[in-house]
């Protein structure tokens, strides 16, 4: 529910932006610094999280954030200067980025008790999530205003979180993930040895290079199809929500395809379906043939993210989660400005194949971790 909540209020978040930008008289590069808030609030509070949940539990922290989550939404509406935006979406971001590497630390948690790959579900919840997120904010967008709006998402958070937090606090661990198996390593200051770190870096990168993916078809999708191929705008803001959808579809069945083919044979196959799904995607003639592309790609990079998260949570309890969480979540803001430059010196589907080269060296790095994972 945690999961599903992160990803409903961003996305109702996102929906609303056209409506913040006009109410606050920004213009589109000063709206542009006003978001880098979001990004700078999460990537602060990231490696901080990581220390709260070693000290008072991720299932307390994530109750927490749950609270804090909701409340901060409500604040951007309540702006009417880009200068007092970017403030309080600094607090979004932070609200935001400690959500994601607390819950992701419970998940971490919670897999090792089942002993069943489950964390693709979670993430899972997270797409469904977003998709009903932004299905309800363009519902409502021109009924309701900007304000009620989010006053209304905050109110559904905070009822979720006072139905699902009490049972989460009840609930602990019979061992995280990370703890030491023996009274010598035990500690609460133990570190990790060199090779340990190195893994979760890998990981980490590996959730960067998927995530970087995430973040160009997102802001670029719809204006390849549009702008290269002459879609129609409908059919150009189709290409996202499919690739989204077969996100999610493969999230769902991501347990069972772990269990399967274990971690490495996922992360690889992952990479080179992405890789060959976007060079379709970018590459295409026409743009039937690229929306085809983008669900090909989402389907690969289903997976790759909550398997690089959760092993480097394995490997180092919060800290991991949340060293590859802000790997991951850089990837994420580097990609559409790194494929607008490209776009810029090149053309923007050249550009757009770079998704395509990262994915497969996920691949490559996935198999170059294939003894640091569950085989």
């Not at 008072?56 to 609270?67: E, L, Q």
């Not at 190195?198 to 995430?214: D, M, Q």
């Not at 949570?313 to 559409?336: D, N």
């Amino acid at each position: 529910m945690f999961f599903a909540l992160d990803g409903f209020l961003f996305a109702g978040w996102v929906v609303r932006i056209p409506a913040i930008k006009q109410q606050t008289g920004a213009s589109a590069s000063t709206l542009g610094l006003a978001l880098l808030g979001v990004s700078a609030g999460a990537v602060i509070t990231m490696m901080l999280t990581g220390r709260l949940c070693r000290r008072y539990g991720s299932h307390a922290v994530t109750a927490a954030c749950g609270v804090l989550l909701p409340l901060s939404i409500a604040l951007p509406a309540q702006t009417h200067s880009a200068l007092s935006l970017g403030l309080v979406l600094l607090v979004f971001g932070a609200a935001y980025g400690g959500m994601n590497v607390a819950m992701n630390s419970a998940a971490v948690d919670l897999v090792a008790e089942l002993r069943r790959p489950v964390m693709p579900s979670f993430h899972a919840a997270f797409s469904l999530g977003g998709m009903v997120g932004a299905g309800l904010g363009g519902l409502v967008a021109g009924g309701l205003s900007a304000s009620a709006h989010l006053f209304l998402l905050a109110a559904i958070g905070l009822l979720v979180t006072a139905f699902a937090g009490p049972a989460l606090l009840r609930h602990r661990p019979a061992r995280t993930a990370y703890e030491p198996r023996t009274p010598r390593q035990q500690g609460p200051r133990q570190k990790l040895d060199p090779r340990a770190r190195r893994i979760v870096l890998l990981f980490g990168v590996i959730a960067l290079c998927t995530a970087y993916g995430e973040g160009a078809l997102a802001d670029w999708g719809a204006l390849h199809l549009e702008q290269d191929l002459g879609a129609h705008p409908g059919l150009a803001a189709a290409g996202y929500a499919l690739f989204a959808l077969t996100m999610t579809i493969g999230r769902l069945t991501g347990t069972l395809l772990l269990e399967r083919l274990g971690q490495t044979r996922t992360l690889v196959l992952g990479g080179l379906v992405a890789a060959a799904g976007m060079l379709l995607g970018s590459l295409a003639p026409t743009a039937w043939l690229a929306l085809a592309g983008f669900a090909v790609t989402g389907l690969g990079l289903a997976n790759i993210f909550p398997v690089a998260v959760g092993r480097a949570g394995e490997l180092a309890g919060p800290s991991g989660v949340a060293a590859a969480s802000t790997l991951g979540y850089g990837g994420m803001l580097l990609g559409p400005p790194a494929i607008g430059f490209l776009a810029d010196w090149f053309s923007l589907p050249v550009a757009l194949t770079t998704v395509a080269v990262l994915a497969a060296g996920a691949a490559v790095l996935g198999y170059g971790a294939r003894n640091a994972t569950h085989t």
